[in-house]
């Protein structure tokens, strides 16, 4: 256990012990939380939690939790694309 000013704040526990991960919820949450840190794909982290890509989606949609990742940059692009084509020749 790891303590912060005398008040419990995280349990560290080896992920070979398979009775924590058999808890139920236990293999979501913590899906759920890598794949919102990117340390998981979305692949990778429904798999682990044991849904399949379709459910683990609509859960962290739930969560607010966004499914494509780099909206922003991808935005950007497209407009990049978009001036370059208007200055290219016909």
């Known amino acids: 256990m790891v303590l912060n000013?005398?008040?419990?704040?995280?349990?560290?526990?080896h992920l070979s012990d398979d009775s924590l991960l058999s808890e139920p919820g236990i293999r979501l949450a913590l899906a759920?939380?890598?794949?919102?840190?990117?340390?998981?794909?979305?692949?990778?982290?429904?798999?682990?939690?044991?849904?399949?890509?379709?459910?683990?989606?609509?859960h962290i949609s739930r969560l607010g939790i966004p499914v494509v990742r780099g909206a922003n940059t991808v935005r950007e692009d497209l407009a990049t694309l978009d001036k370059w084509l208007e200055s290219s020749p016909p």
Do not use: C, W
């Open 5 to 13: 000013r005398r008040q419990p704040e995280a349990l560290l526990v």
């Open 32 to 58: 759920t939380a890598l794949y919102k840190d990117e340390s998981l794909s979305l692949g990778r982290a429904a798999e682990f939690s044991g849904q399949t890509t379709a459910e683990f989606i609509g």
